[in-house]
């Protein structure tokens, strides 16, 4: 997302653990950056059109080490 865009407080689930983000709101879609994965090295970034988000926050995310 371009630097100058629109954020606003979050929440993705992870494991089923919600879990704090700052969305990014770009045209037309949204994005949120895990930095830190709950006792897991490296992050995660998860983008979807705006018509999707609602049901991408609302979806349990496996943990990484799942993968």
Do not use: K
């Not at 983008?47 to 999707?52: G, L, N, S």
């Not at 988000?53 to 943990?63: I, M, N, R, Y």
């Amino acid at each position: 997302m371009p630097p100058d865009t629109v954020t606003t407080p979050g929440v993705l689930r992870l494991d089923r653990a919600p879990t704090a983000v700052e969305v990014h709101h770009g045209p037309g879609c949204r994005s949120a950056l895990l930095p830190r994965l709950p006792s897991q090295p490296g992050h995660a970034i998860v983008t979807a059109p705006d018509e999707h988000w609602a049901a991408v926050t609302e979806h349990p995310f496996p943990s990484p080490s799942a993968f």
